[in-house]
DNA sequence: CTTTTGTATGCTGTATGCAGCATTTTTGTT
DNA sequence: AACAAAAATGCTGCATACAGCATACAAAAG
């Protein structure tokens, strides 16, 4: 398996050359194998091998596995290098908890915030979103449910929650990955969603709100028992 | 001015040796550089010139600076290095709204865990910052003052909730380190920690929680005139 | 046979060297 | 004198080389 980075780097966007630099990329590529399970947690990041592997240096690398051991995915042992983080039940519940009062926040801002286009244009992704659960497309339903989180939150407008918001998802990604919850429960997630989207469409902070807190509340609950 | 960093490396903490990495001396050191003003926002950071200052080389230097860019304390440029990042008005308001967040949710968290012991030594913290008050030591009062802050959330036991208060509340001390109110401010800013305490040693979670929420509004209105 | 110590291997942590690109300055031309 | 073009300077970005520490294995002593 050749998992040498591809020559994406220095890609146009809109014309204007966009320089990418080479532990950004790193960056992405890892956090994408890590939260693929491509690199288990526990699993040792060797600088010699890893770097051999995606065909860079040692010193980008490094660069990059700093970089992700402050967005906390890594683990860094002095001495010893790095190691992909094992998160704990403890740790996967206060990630949620942390994470149910941000979309809380994010819900009451973006009604304050969001205007007709942007609420539109969650709903057809919701619309979307129910034919794939209709036509039991797991995968892209899974995705779009999270789309759809972050669609809020980015309504909210605030930059930091929207940045936190991101990483905790990230971190969590890896773990719902595994979360696959059965059928009768995936009918309870689609119904609040239902409820989600009307009450952003009323612009009723207080139900939003309250429906975000409930719907991770029950994530939880349906991840706890794979731990 | 001799920027060297110390040799504080390698100091024992408890019999046991704490081995201390040189990237990770380097991200503390700049970190308070940033924080107290030696570093101001836009200030470039040249690695030749800035390792030279310190010290160091340039490749745990680097690893630093990659390291601060994830916490959101610097701005990495392609091809021209890496910025001080410089917080306008909308991004530290943004700030605040979610630090609000954090602190009403662990203070409800604080109410349901803390012992009667962590509660004492947080009246005891507070004792000792009313003592500075009336003594108009502003600087120890200043980080008494956070201080208890930090205790509570920590109270909530919750790692990532602590990990992001934290955080959060680094970028801010920068800004806070200016924000210096006047008496009629903090007359009313200490009557809102008495209420605090207050509020803990009750268990009180609403009360706690709102308390807490009014005093980061508050924060903000002393630091808006100042941007 | 077990335990302890010494040695060897391999990895991380740090330093230095080289290439590419951006910026700035200088010189030539209009 | 002003503007443009070219060259030089200096910085970032990447690779490689070296040193220190941890671990594992082997050998010797109890």
Redesign the interface.
Known sequence: MDEAIPVERQRSTGGRVQ???L??TIVNHLRDMIIEGDLAPGTRLHEGQLGEQLGVSR?PL???I???????LVE?V??RGAVVKRFGAR?VQ??L??LQ??E??AGR?ACDLASDAQVAAIRATHDEMIRCYETKDRMQYYKLNQQIHSMIVALSG????I??HGT?QTRLKRIRFVGHEGPENWAAAVAEHNEMIAALELRDKDRLSKILGCHLQKAWERVRSIL
Chains 1, 2 share one sequence.
């Open positions: 320089r990418t630099v532990h950004e010193t490094r660069e990059a700093k970089y992700l051991a402050s967005e906390g860094l002095p001495s740790e206060d990630m908890t942390v009062a941000m809380e926040l801002l605030n930059t930091t929650l940045d936190i905790l």
